[in-house]
Nanobody, 124 residues
């Protein structure tokens, strides 16, 4: 069974940090582009950060650039999203998705593998 599982979400105060993990089972992420999306209530889904696993090239949305860092551990078949200096507007359900692509642009429906989503809440 091919699965992506997110972990590491929760409640954090503004200015705090969280690290999300996206672990694959049933397939290896070596040749996949991995993207983190987020969706807040009443808002459209937003691509946050993406990594082309084969090259390690990363992209970021303007809203998170300089605060979030995406990375991977191939030995653990896991991609991470380190989120620092969190703001209330970062509150959302975060999803990781994967597809055998060598680019990160384009619509979200091209990603065939999705995690179940994990809540991140930034609040005092």
């Amino acid at each position: 069974q091919l699965r992506l599982v997110e972990s590491g979400g929760g409640l954090v105060q503004p200015g705090g940090s969280l690290r999300l993990s996206c672990t694959a089972s049933g397939f290896t992420l070596d040749d996949y582009a991995i993207i983190w999306f987020r969706q807040a209530p009443a808002k459209e889904r937003e691509g946050v950060s993406c990594i082309i696993n084969l090259e390690g090239k990363a992209t970021y949305a303007d809203s998170v650039r300089g605060r979030f860092t995406i990375s991977r551990d191939n030995a653990k078949n896991t991609v991470y999203l380190q989120m620092n200096s969190l703001k209330p507007e970062d509150t959302a359900v975060y999803y990781c998705a994967a597809e055998r692509l060598d680019y990160c642009s384009g619509p979200d429906y091209q990603f065939g593998y999705w995690g179940q989503g994990i809540q991140v809440t930034v609040s005092s």
